[in-house]
């Protein structure tokens, strides 16, 4: 397909690659900090004592150069570039007496105070990418997860009806019927998700009604077992845990209903649910 | 059953086993064998594969053992497996470096750290099984908070999460004799990060 008069890729094609190769530069910086740190390194200056008007303004070229580029400029980066305007405009600011002490905080101090606390973790960061890492440098002799429940244990095997009645033991048990509670902490089902998943992620797989029996010394009121009993319920919905029961001979749900995690792709999806649920 | 029987037990249950094997567990499988006895023949088993100039040798990750290929064969082991081979970007492992140092932690102190926004990054590690839910704080919004998983120590190849390394402390990144300028005023944008912040258990209920 070509095109007639002058070709916009012959544009391109003259334009483009020394803007590709100041974005693939300027890409490599992981952020504002990143940025000024290298900045500071270039300029071979102290960190606690930046030389702000210089670093600002070479901060600012790069920043308009990504623009320039048609770089989406994060907003963090813009942010920065008035952090570092405010600080400059405040070493303009005569000091109010001469002397050292009373001048009160140096401007630059935070600025200081971010950047390394940020170098602290780019270099914890690099030392991580240079471990030996599974999957990448060494590989595992593991056999893959065996199903351990077998097909009459399907999920569906259970059934609401046999799950109502063992959370009505439970309640039952816990004799908790009819008496005053004095509430003493709000209950979520939001946490109670999260402390059935944490169990299972301890238990291969738990029995359904020794959930109720987790943390021991805590307190079960009958809020909380509600709270726990809804809890697992919304992560059977999420498809985030399985609850299944043991068939006898002739097909019958035998046995004690057990919880466990469900595997594979997705199963992972519900901590982005409990995330959303406030 | 004698020693060598129990070590034979012991190779298959590293290597057959889906996940990292503890001493416990496997004590508890091969008959007759204490703890203590199922750590010395992990470490005789070792040295047998180092002698033997095996392919392979073993790793004690999560709290438990597993065999795994000597680095100098990953360029083939990589050719041989279908998926992409483990790649973490810079964003990524920045991000696991905060959440492993300063767990629990919310995205708000991950992004403070950073000074980018971390939204995204964390969903990829969370997907990719090295980041999970640790709960939330107890402050206005109960921001979830993050932490790492068993699945981390296994692909960084460490016991527990106290054989990460120290985090360097401030005061070794700087100059010779330079002075550090004291606590910082409050932060401007997000809440600084703090160790001291009431975490999960903190009673304090906002309403």
Same mark, same amino acid.
């Given at each position: 397909?070509?095109?007639?008069?002058?070709?916009?890729?012959?544009?391109?094609?003259?334009?483009?690659?020394?803007?590709?190769?100041?974005?693939?530069?300027?890409?490599?910086?992981?952020?504002?900090?990143?940025?000024?740190?290298?900045?500071?390194?270039?300029?071979?200056?102290?960190?606690?004592?930046?030389?702000?008007?210089?670093?600002?303004?070479?901060?600012?070229?790069?920043?308009?150069?990504?623009?320039?580029?048609?770089?989406?400029?994060?907003?963090?980066?813009?942010?920065?570039?008035?952090?570092?305007?405010?600080?400059?405009?405040?070493?303009?600011?005569?000091?109010?007496?001469?002397?050292?002490?009373?001048?009160?905080?140096?401007?630059?101090a935070?600025?200081?105070?971010?950047?390394?606390?940020?170098?602290?973790?780019?270099?914890?960061?690099?030392?991580?990418?240079?471990?030996?890492l599974?999957?990448?440098?060494?590989?595992?002799?593991?056999?893959?997860?065996?199903?351990?429940?077998?097909?009459?244990?399907?999920?569906?095997?259970?059934?609401?009806?046999?799950?109502?009645?063992?959370?009505?033991?439970?309640?039952?048990?816990?004799?908790?019927?009819?008496?005053?509670?004095?509430?003493?902490?709000?209950?979520?089902?939001?946490?109670?998700?999260?402390?059935?998943?944490?169990?299972?992620?301890?238990?291969?797989?738990?029995?359904?009604?020794r959930?109720?029996?987790?943390?021991?010394?805590?307190?079960?009121?009958?809020?909380?077992?509600?709270?726990?009993?809804?809890?697992?319920?919304?992560?059977?919905?999420?498809?985030?845990?399985?609850?299944?029961?043991?068939?006898?001979?002739?097909?019958?749900?035998?046995?004690?209903?057990?919880?466990?995690?469900?595997?594979?792709?997705?199963?992972?999806?519900?901590?982005?649910?409990?995330?959303?649920?406030? | 059953?004698?020693r060598?029987g129990?070590?034979?037990?012991? #190779?298959?249950?590293?290597?057959?086993?889906?996940?990292?094997?503890?001493?416990?567990?496997?004590?508890?499988?091969?008959?007759?064998?204490?703890? #203590?006895?199922?750590?010395?023949?992990?470490?005789?088993?070792?040295?047998?594969y180092?002698?033997?100039?095996?392919?392979?040798?073993i790793?004690?990750?999560?709290?438990?053992?597993?065999?795994?290929?000597?680095p100098?064969?990953?360029?083939?082991?990589?050719?041989?497996?279908?998926?992409?081979?483990?790649?973490l970007?810079?964003?990524?492992?920045?991000?696991?470096a905060?959440?492993?140092?300063?767990?629990?932690?919310?995205?708000?102190?991950?992004?403070?750290?950073?000074?980018?926004?971390?939204?995204?990054v964390?969903?990829?590690?969370? #997907?990719?099984?090295?980041?999970?839910?640790?709960?939330?704080?107890?402050?206005?919004?109960?921001?979830?908070?993050?932490?790492?998983?068993?699945?981390?120590?296994?692909?960084?190849?460490?016991?527990?999460?106290?054989?990460?390394?120290?985090?360097?402390?401030?005061?070794?990144?700087?100059?010779?004799?330079?002075?550090?300028?004291?606590?910082?005023?409050?932060?401007?944008?997000?809440?600084?990060?703090?160790?001291?912040?009431?975490?999960?258990?903190?009673?304090? #209920?906002?309403?």
């Open positions: 397909m070509s095109e007639p008069g002058i070709s916009t890729s012959e544009l391109r094609a003259e334009g483009v690659p020394s803007a590709s190769a100041c974005a693939i530069k300027l890409q490599v910086f992981e952020g504002p900090l990143d940025l000024l740190l290298h900045l500071i390194r270039l300029a071979e200056v102290d960190i606690t004592d930046i030389p702000i008007a210089e670093i600002a303004e070479q901060y600012t070229e790069y920043v308009a150069l990504m623009h320039e580029l048609d770089l989406d400029v994060a907003g963090e980066y813009l942010l920065m570039a008035a952090t570092l305007a405010w600080i400059k405009s405040r070493m303009l600011l005569p000091p109010s007496a001469e002397g050292d002490e009373d001048e009160g905080p140096d401007p630059r935070e600025l200081v105070a971010r950047l390394l606390e940020y170098q602290r973790f780019k270099e914890a960061a690099e030392q991580l990418g240079e471990r030996t599974e999957g990448r440098d060494v590989f595992a002799a593991q056999s893959p997860e065996v199903e351990r429940a077998p097909d009459e244990e399907r999920p569906l095997a259970v059934s609401l009806v046999a799950l109502l009645d063992a959370f009505r033991r439970v309640l039952a048990r816990s004799g908790g019927t009819g008496r005053h509670e004095v509430a003493t902490e709000p209950i979520h089902v939001r946490d109670r998700m999260l402390a059935v998943m944490d169990a299972l992620a301890r238990f291969e797989s738990l029995e359904f009604e959930v109720f029996e987790l943390e021991p010394g805590r307190p079960w009121s009958r809020t909380l077992l509600i709270a726990t009993f809804l809890a697992i319920l919304e992560l059977v919905r999420l498809a985030a845990l399985r609850v299944y029961q043991g068939l006898d001979a002739a097909g019958v749900p035998e046995g004690p209903i057990r919880l466990r995690r469900a595997e594979g792709p997705g199963a992972d999806a519900w901590a982005a649910a409990v995330a959303e649920i406030t | 059953m004698d060598e129990q070590k034979r037990i012991l #190779e298959a249950l590293v290597l057959g086993a889906p996940a990292p094997v503890s001493a416990e567990k496997i004590a508890e499988v091969v008959p007759g064998l204490e703890v #203590e006895d199922a750590r010395r023949l992990v470490a005789e088993l070792g040295r047998e180092d002698e033997q100039g095996r392919a392979f040798e790793w004690e990750v999560a709290g438990g053992y597993q065999l795994r290929t000597r100098e064969f990953a360029p083939y082991l990589r050719l041989l497996h279908r998926e992409r081979p483990l790649r970007s810079r964003a990524a492992l920045e991000t696991l905060v959440v492993a140092y300063r767990q629990p932690v919310t995205r708000a102190e991950i992004e403070a750290v950073r000074g980018v926004e971390a939204d995204a964390i969903k990829s590690l969370v #997907e990719r099984q090295l980041v999970r839910i640790a709960g939330h704080r107890e402050v206005p919004g109960r921001p979830m908070l993050y932490g790492t998983t068993p699945r981390f120590l296994e692909v960084f190849g460490l016991g527990r999460l106290e054989d990460l390394p120290t985090l360097r402390e401030i005061e070794e990144l700087l100059p010779p004799g330079a002075e550090t300028t004291g606590p910082p005023p409050p932060a401007s944008a997000a809440a600084e990060p703090g160790e001291l912040e009431p975490d999960v258990e903190s009673p304090a #209920e906002l309403h």
